[in-house]
T-cell receptor, first 113, second 111 residues
């Protein structure tokens, strides 16, 4: 089945720790995205990538980093510089960036220990 | 003014009712429009794209009004399973960074 797989489903971060959220897609989509959703809020764009080895900051990139070494994979690292990391993280992909609907993975819930 | 605005609701309607949501957007250059559905603690799922001429998918009808800069979603004969949050998404053709998700409208269908 084609789709987007995020792992883990739940993640706990200790003070000062970096954690990495995985996102893999087998839809052959060029573009991939990371969003953060806080309770009762809309989605906010963290980073996006239109092509392998290239990515751009979104609205709230501070405290996060990404890589895009393979078309299928777009991992997100939540660094210790992100002081309020507790949120629902969603990865998405689309055929292109403009005019194409995005398809989402089922998300990772990150909490602070 | 927010770039994409939705009435947060909640809309609480009886099963079988017709319910409509509007979503207004501020960027007149916006070119692509979508409605997503998000269940509690789940990921958003694409419900339908919105085309200039309006489009229908079963009980769901989406319309675009460029002059007044809003899109609408109409749900007829609502089912209990329609209870969810409905997200409006607005995007220009060229820039991923300008894709804007509304905060969503909560819909609750009661028996």
């Amino acid at each position: 089945d084609g789709g987007i797989t995020q792992s883990p489903k739940y993640l706990f971060r200790k003070e000062g720790q970096n954690v990495t959220l995985s996102c893999e897609q087998n839809l052959n989509h060029d573009a991939m995205y990371w969003y953060r959703q806080d309770p009762g809020q809309g989605l906010r764009l963290i980073y996006y990538s239109q092509i392998v080895n290239d990515f751009q900051k979104g609205d709230i990139a501070e405290g996060y980093s990404v890589s895009r070494e393979k078309k299928e994979s777009f991992p997100l690292t939540v660094t210790s510089a992100q002081k309020n990391p507790t949120a629902f993280y969603l990865c998405a992909s689309s055929m292109g960036t403009g005019g194409q609907p995005q398809h989402f993975g089922d998300g990772t819930r990150l909490s602070i220990l | 003014r927010k770039e994409v605005e939705q009435d947060p609701g909640p809309f609480n309607v009886p099963e079988g009712a017709t319910v409509a949501f509007n979503c207004t957007y501020s960027n007149s250059a916006s070119q692509s429009f979508f409605w997503y559905r998000q269940d509690c603690r789940k990921e958003p799922k694409l419900l339908m794209s919105v085309y200039s001429s309006g489009n229908e998918d079963g009980r769901f009808t989406a319309q675009l009004n460029r002059a007044s800069q809003y899109i609408s979603l109409l749900i007829r004969d609502s089912k209990l399973s329609d209870s969810a949050t409905y997200l409006c998404v607005v995007s220009p053709y060229s820039s991923a960074s300008k894709i804007i998700f509304g905060s969503g409208t909560r819909l609750s269908i009661r028996p």
